[in-house]
């Protein structure tokens, strides 16, 4: 009987919900992961930010990094008969039931920042960043920078074997490739923290000859860059003049080391994800265009030149 | 105290690895003065084992009395998230510290209440705290890595007194007196009967409970101490990674020391010891330039053959590989007692 109550008022509840909903144009759910890093949580705020900015009624689950939170919270926004879904799955296998569930009841689904392994005609779209791309956008701005001289990259990598870590790697890679005057010359995993960041950059400093050798810092992520500045700092060198910094996601703390002049440049791993997914949805609402399989979000890069403090008074509520 | 020769393998172990961190890197050795602080290679060696050398102090006593603690990486995270918070906030330097080193005495007061009063077992008792201490700091950083630039913080993560780093001055002032506390008074020895048999000891009169929750306070002490360090370190505290798996590091610089898990006699010089023989390799491996797939493989590899050299002590080592032990297979069984063995081998 007690069940029965509480179903009842679960009944009553997801009725005054649907009832709320109505007065948007549109319902949308959302599964996002959990907020495991700052950028996820800056995703999740942005992504609020876009529904409300586009009346968009914003059903959003928080899946606790757990992939049968997000297929419950799936199933329960197909029970509501929400308008569509935005996914950020948490691993890539494993969605094909739900995601057939979703299609037959004709809503679309669209992943976000993430792709899964699944018949590409169960989903709408992926609306990701292109990680090589980052790469390739910090390699790019190095070339430019240096000219003609000689130049020594140390590199810090992300967690050894991650997708980030190797695309990112790749592309930077992929950007000096023709220029001989640029090489790598020595390359460790700073697990994506500060601390490990701070303390291999001791290490390369003290190897490369007090780091009188080394030319700039490539970082994967913008973290270890902050923790290699300090031991820059600490090693009797400028950071940003003695050797020049680039890394990847700007996040708000990157850009007060920039307007310090300790940092030269980073490309953005934008949490704008939703977005380009709303932008598709909404088309395909008003006439039935399909989006492309695969829409790659923008890697801009941000320098000294563009005004840091300003961006990171920007970035500074987004949760990062 | 330690007889040279009980430190033996540890010793040779540590001499082999600098001998390869020099041969990888010859300027291994040099120091210079750079901003009034010692700077080369050998001073990051110390000054990056710092917070484990500080937990492995408080290990080393959870260990004796045969238990352990996996909490410390979780209780450093909280203490630094703490004292970054506060930092913000605007508190003096003195609560700041104070509130932070509180956090760690409850964190372990709690551990010792599981433990001595409730019964748990260690190692399911401060599990609890290794997973729910992270949720706690991340939900005091609201998710955020907090970073502060308040100087008297900053001070214990890369200040230094008469030129040494100071997370090396508190590992070692902290080590002296721990080392004072258990061996000038009868506190080890309490601990170490406890560590051996526990009923056994309260039947003999000691107070087991109140021991069992000293020993888990004061790691959780000592976390709390290694946890300012690390976020005084990087500026900021990062409740995500601060002190993340340190535990099992603070653990092998116990076992390394040779302190055996299942209790009993214990030596904290040895475990920090223990600690600088991981940081001397972790550091090797950043120097030598080994692509970083390698990692994990070099530090299993030294790792084992510590521990290889530690459990066939070089007289049983001997007996284990004299032609003829294999024809009797009860010898090589009783050369895994070193003691035993160097009483009927005297090689």
Known sequence: MRHFTRLLLGVAAGTLMAGAASAADLTVGFSQIGSESGWRAAETSVTKQEAEKRKVDLKFADAQQKQENQIKALRGFIAQGVDAIFIAPVVETGWDTVLQEAKDAEIPVILLDRGVKASPDLYMTVVASDQVHEGKVAGDWLVKDVGDKTCNVVELQGTTGSSPAINRKKGFEDAIASHANIKITRSQTGDFTRAKGKEVMEGFLKAENGGKNICALYAHNDDMAVGAIQAIKEAGLKPGTDIKVVSIDAVPDIFQAMAAGEANATVELTPNMAGPAFDALEKFKADGTLPPKQIITESKLYTQADDPMKVYEEKKGLGY | ?347
Not at chain 2, 44 to 63: E, K, S, W
Not at chain 2, 82 to 89: D, E, K, L, P
Not at chain 2, 306 to 329: C, E, V, Y
Request: one cysteine or more; hydrophobic letters at 60%.
């Open chain 2, 1 to 347: 105290m330690i007889s040279l020769r009980r430190a033996a393998p540890q010793l040779i172990a540590l001499a082999v690895i600098l001998f390869l961190n020099w041969l990888a890197f010859p300027g291994f050795f040099n120091i210079r003065i750079q901003d009034g602080r010692l700077f080369g290679s050998v001073v990051d060696v110390f000054n990056r084992g710092a917070p484990v050398m500080i937990l492995a102090i408080g290990m080393t006593m959870v260990i004796a009395s045969r238990g352990v603690d996996l909490s410390v990486g979780a209780v450093m995270a909280m203490a630094g998230a703490t004292a970054a918070t506060m930092t913000v906030a605007g508190y003096p330097l003195v609560a700041v510290l104070a509130a932070a080193l509180v956090v760690g005495l409850l964190c372990g007061l709690l551990n010792g209440i599981l433990v001595a009063f409730l019964d748990l077992q260690p190692i399911v008792a401060t599990l609890i705290l290794m997973v729910a201490g992270r949720g706690i700091a991340q939900l005091v950083t609201e998710g955020f890595i907090v970073t502060f630039n308040e100087p008297g913080l900053i001070f214990f993560g890369t200040g230094s007194f008469l030129g040494i780093p100071m997370p090396v001055v508190i590992a070692a002032v902290l080590g002296v007196l721990a080392i004072l506390l258990v061996r000038r008074t009868a506190l080890g020895l309490l601990i170490e009967a406890v560590g051996v048999n526990r009923s056994a000891s309260t039947y003999a009169g000691l107070n087991s409970r109140v021991l069992l929750l000293f020993v888990y306070t004061f790691s959780g002490f000592c976390a709390a101490l290694a946890g300012i360090i690390a976020t005084a370190d990087i500026r900021g505290a990062d409740a995500n990674n601060a002190g993340l798996w340190l535990e099992l590091d603070a653990i092998l610089a116990v076992v390394i020391g040779g302190t055996s898990l299942l209790g009993g006699r214990f030596s904290i010089l040895m475990s920090m010891l223990g600690a600088i023989i991981i940081q001397a390799m972790n550091t090797g491996i950043l120097l030598s330039g080994f692509p970083p797939e390698y990692n994990l493989i070099v530090k299993a590899a030294v790792i084992i053959m510590i521990l290889l050299a530690q459990s066939l002590s070089l007289a049983g080592a001997g007996a284990f590989f004299r032609p003829g032990a294999k024809a009797k297979p009860q010898e090589p069984l009783r050369s895994s007692d070193p003691s035993a063995n160097k009483a009927q081998n005297p090689a």
